[in-house]
Structure formats: structure tokens, C-alpha cells
């Protein structure tokens, strides 16, 4: 992955230079091949439960976006990791002030057609995304300047 998360072509500059590289520093004979990792984006839409006595809705689901931006950014996440609901979940939930909460995943798009990719969805009796599985030269991300992150904010109620 070259700096900032940009692929790179095959008979690219990048892809030459890591391929001397490699090869002056490898075992004698040893096949090289260079490859650019894929790309992929996730859509989500977590939805946060607040109890209004003890915080306030707007703050918490801010905190929540800014958690979320940071620990799914493409720096945090690792090639082939596959993306679990359940895990999404407790991420949210790791933000003080959320009692509980959900999230629906809506998908995984390449960036540059935003056309859905080839990752394989596993789906509950429900019908929801419950999780995405991807090739070991893809990975899956969040970046909220394509596509924005809205945190649905109730009011938690026993």
C-alpha cells in the first residue's frame, strides 16, 4: 500500500521501486510479484440509545462518529480483515455515555464506481448484514469524507 492508502498499477513507479527492493533483499531466485492492494468502503448506520439525565444526545453521538472514524480508518484496519456487525457494535458501545446500541451495515462499494464489490455477505434470519468477508488483497474501511456517517441518536428508555 503505498503512502495514503493509494493502489497503485502493476508497472507503476511504486510497484518497480518495491520490486527492486524486494528483490536485491531476497533470498537468490526467489520469485517477486508486486500487487496493489483493493480498495473497499463500508457503509454503516449505527444508532446510539442515550440516557438524556445523565448526557447529552448530540455530544455522545458525536463522540461515537469520531470513535468509529478512527478505529475503522484504512490506517487501522488490516488486508482480508473481515467486517463483523457484532464488532461494530461494541465499538459503539465503548463511548461513554451510549447505553446501547445497533448498527445496520448497508454494504461495501469500491470507491471509484462505488459499484458493490465481489466481498460476501452473511446474512441473519432477519435479513440484515451481520457479515462481510473479503479477498486477502482487499480491505475494507471507513471514510466518511465519500460516504458520510450519520449516527441515529434515541432516547434510551427501561
Given at each position: 500500500m503505498a503512502a495514503g492508502g493509494s493502489p497503485f498499477a502493476a508497472n507503476s513507479e511504486v510497484a518497480q521501486s518495491l520490486k527492486i527492493f524486494?528483490?536485491?533483499?531476497?533470498?537468490?531466485?526467489?520469485?517477486i510479484i508486486v500487487l496493489s492492494y483493493q480498495p473497499l468502503l463500508m457503509r454503516i448506520q449505527p444508532t446510539i440509545m442515550v440516557d438524556e439525565s445523565a448526557f447529552d444526545k448530540e455530544l455522545v453521538a458525536r463522540a461515537v462518529k469520531q470513535h468509529l472514524q478512527t478505529t475503522l480508518a484504512l490506517k487501522q484496519?488490516?488486508?482480508?480483515?473481515?467486517?463483523?456487525?457484532?464488532?461494530?457494535?461494541?465499538?459503539?458501545?465503548?463511548?461513554?455515555?451510549?447505553?446501547?446500541?445497533?448498527?445496520?451495515?448497508?454494504?461495501?462499494?469500491?470507491?471509484?464506481?462505488?459499484?458493490?464489490?465481489?466481498?460476501?455477505?452473511?446474512k441473519g434470519v432477519d435479513g440484515e448484514i451481520r457479515k462481510i468477508t473479503?479477498?486477502?488483497?482487499?480491505?475494507?474501511?471507513?471514510?466518511t469524507d465519500i460516504f458520510a456517517l450519520n449516527i441515529i441518536s434515541k432516547t434510551f428508555e427501561i
Open positions: 524486494f528483490t536485491h533483499h531476497a533470498i537468490p531466485d526467489l520469485p484496519r488490516q488486508l482480508g480483515q473481515a467486517l463483523f456487525r457484532s464488532s461494530i457494535i461494541a465499538l459503539i458501545e465503548e463511548v461513554e455515555g451510549v447505553e446501547n446500541a445497533n448498527c445496520e451495515i448497508i454494504g461495501t462499494y469500491l470507491p471509484a464506481t462505488k459499484s458493490i464489490n465481489q466481498a460476501q455477505t452473511f473479503i479477498n486477502p488483497h482487499q480491505l475494507l474501511y471507513l471514510d
